[in-house]
């Protein structure tokens, strides 16, 4: 998952970035609103973490023209304002959730998990493709109940997919989703990453959809037969 953090307070915004990184997702980083607005806009980013008092350019009014352009990915408001008025002013130039300063990195994280799941359509934290379990808050893949020992990237890329199980996603997809700007996007990593998925997890939950790209979908003999008609 590729992310965007626009605060203005530097070592707050390494610390943040730090945190997301740490859990896995790709991070972009932004300190004013100016250039936030124009990552938000022109990235395809699956969430973001936004402060409200930012130079240059208001945070609302950033995310009130992401909303007004059609921007529709989550936004978790960050901000020092607590009071509730200025939540409800959030809440209605778009925010997904509201988290008021000074936070716990771990509240930050859940809000996050909380909102990507949920922009996938997944109600619980931990995600389920046939014999394998992929538990969000923990970073932990496993399969039938036994533990696999994945890198950093490969968890984000399969994470990726867990999330939109059932679903064709595009190798440029995962590439604009996985990866922050600086990432190689001509390179052949994404095969390399999803041969050894393949190995580690031992089981054909990621399928190759020539020309188009990966499909994650339970083994064959798990998937349910379709229901029969009657004559």
Request: proline share 3%; charged share 30%; with cysteine.
């Amino acid at each position: 998952m590729r992310l965007l953090v626009v605060e203005d307070d530097r070592d707050l915004n390494r610390q943040i970035v730090a945190g997301l990184e740490g859990a896995g997702y790709a991070v972009d980083r932004a300190y004013d609103g100016e250039e936030g607005h124009f990552l938000g806009d022109t990235e395809p980013y699956d969430a973001v973490v936004l402060d409200i008092g930012l130079p240059k350019r208001d945070g609302l009014a950033v995310l009130e023209a992401w909303r007004a352009a059609g921007r529709a990915m989550p936004v978790l408001i960050l901000t020092a304002r607590d009071r509730w008025s200025d939540k409800v002013k959030g809440f209605d130039a778009g925010a997904d959730d509201y988290v008021a300063k000074p936070f716990h990195m771990e509240e930050v994280l859940a809000r996050v998990r909380a909102l990507l799941r949920r922009a996938a359509g997944h109600a619980s934290a931990e995600l389920t493709c046939g014999p394998v379990t992929l538990d969000t808050r923990a970073g932990r893949v496993a399969v039938d109940g036994n533990a696999v020992k994945l890198t950093s990237h490969e968890y984000r890329l399969l994470s990726y997919l867990m999330h939109h199980t059932g679903r064709i996603v595009s190798r440029g997809e995962i590439v604009e989703h996985l990866y922050d700007q600086d990432f190689d996007r001509d390179s052949n990593t994404i095969e390399v990453f999803v041969g050894r998925l393949r190995r580690k997890l031992g089981v054909e939950i990621i399928q190759t959809m020539r020309g188009l790209g990966y499909l994650v979908a339970p083994p064959e003999g798990e998937r349910k037969a379709a229901p029969k008609k009657d004559a």
